[in-house]
């Protein structure tokens, strides 16, 4: 079974910047679409960004275009979201997940494999 491993989380303050890296603890991503969907305190999870197995198709949530980036290195088998200009309310627990596709809709629904997530806290 597929398990994946976030890492890059952390305590930053408005405005700063934080990349995210996801890899799999035992088979490759190569074939595999991956999103990252965050869970804030209190609040349902959320679709942030994905990215197709080839990387030729991304999607974003409306909240982080223009500040985040997902992005891909199949040889390292390592995905990667790069956010920028981050806001107290990007603060959350972010998660790695594995579908076959990268639907525009970014449904967390749809992801079959999940990572442990890592806190990502936006504080001065």
């Known amino acids: 079974q597929l398990q994946l491993g976030e890492s890059g989380g952390g305590l930053v303050q408005p405005g700063g910047s934080l990349r995210l890296s996801c890899t799999p603890s035992v088979f490759t991503l190569n074939y595999y679409a991956l999103g990252w969907i965050r869970q804030a305190p209190g609040r349902e999870r959320e679709g942030v960004s994905c990215?197709?197995?080839?990387?030729?198709?991304?999607h974003y949530t409306d909240t982080v275009k223009g500040r985040f980036t997902i992005s891909r290195d199949n040889a390292k088998n390592t995905v990667y979201l790069q956010m920028n200009s981050l806001k107290p309310e990007d603060t959350a627990v972010y998660y790695c997940?594995?579908?076959?596709?990268?639907?525009?809709?970014?449904?967390?629904?749809?992801?079959?494999?999940w990572g442990q997530g890592t806190q990502v806290t936006v504080s001065s």
């Open positions: 990215i197709s197995s080839d990387a030729g198709s991304t």
């Open positions: 997940a594995a579908d076959l596709v990268c639907r525009s809709d970014i449904d967390e629904n749809e992801y079959d494999y």
